[in-house]
T-cell receptor, first 111, second 114 residues
């Protein structure tokens, strides 16, 4: 059974710092891995989608990597801003074509 | 271009009642999926519809059901509500099912069961 873990559960850093969020999964048989952000009381916004054959994707200040063999992904946020404060979730599309979610990392960027 | 629209946004129901939630996908999107989000269990997949057919179903009891109409709009129904059904129910749409397609979420329907 696929399980997705995100570490840390919460993170607070000063504005301007670069930071890394981690996501691990137990079964490497995935179709893709996606990173989302969720603002309080809101739905989810897709940030980056990495296909199983890809190693990384970039969008602006965000870079996500995927190492399928080790079951790990990282989301790198450069030059963090207060507007980046949100909960970040990763999800894998498993062999049953279902999205399996991590519990999220709550990120607070202090001005 | 309008996003994914979910109605109602907030509702309170009593144990034993039933509830129907609605989701209108982004125009042109034909795949709709539903998720339940709770503080204890996090996000869990409920089901996915494409072309009015349920393609996939998560591990939820039969009290949870859904359907999709010819215009791609979808509804989910929960019968005989239990306190544990209190959650944020999220709908997402994509052009078609597939690993390469970005999914777009609505803002969700907050259900409180009392």
């Amino acid at each position: 059974k696929q399980e997705v873990t995100q570490i840390p559960a919460a993170l607070s850093v000063p504005e301007g710092e670069n930071l890394v969020l981690n996501c691990s999964f137990t079964d490497s048989a995935i179709y893709n891995l996606q990173w989302f952000r969720q603002d309080p009381g809101k739905g989810l916004t897709s940030l980056l989608l990495i296909q199983s054959s890809q190693r990384e994707q970039t969008s602006g200040r965000l870079n996500a990597s995927l190492d399928k063999s080790s079951g790990r992904s990282t989301l790198y946020i450069a030059a963090s801003q207060p507007g980046d404060s949100a909960t970040y979730l990763c999800a894998v599309l498993d062999s049953n074509y279902q999205l399996i979610w991590g519990a999220g990392t709550k990120l607070i960027i202090k001005p | 271009k309008a996003g994914v629209t979910q109605t109602p946004r907030y509702l309170i129901k009593t144990r034993g009642q039933q509830v129907t939630l609605s989701c209108s996908p982004i125009s042109g999107h034909r795949s709709v999926s539903w998720y339940q989000q709770t503080p204890g269990q996090g996000l869990q997949f409920l089901f996915e519809y494409f072309s009015e057919t349920q393609r996939n179903k998560g591990n939820f009891p039969g009290r949870f059901s859904g359907r999709q109409f010819s215009n791609s709009r979808s509804e989910m129904n929960v019968s005989t509500l239990e306190l544990g059904d209190s959650a944020l129910y999220l709908c997402a749409s994509s052009l078609v099912p597939g690993a390469g397609n970005t999914i777009y979420f609505g803002e969700g329907s907050w259900l409180t069961v009392v």
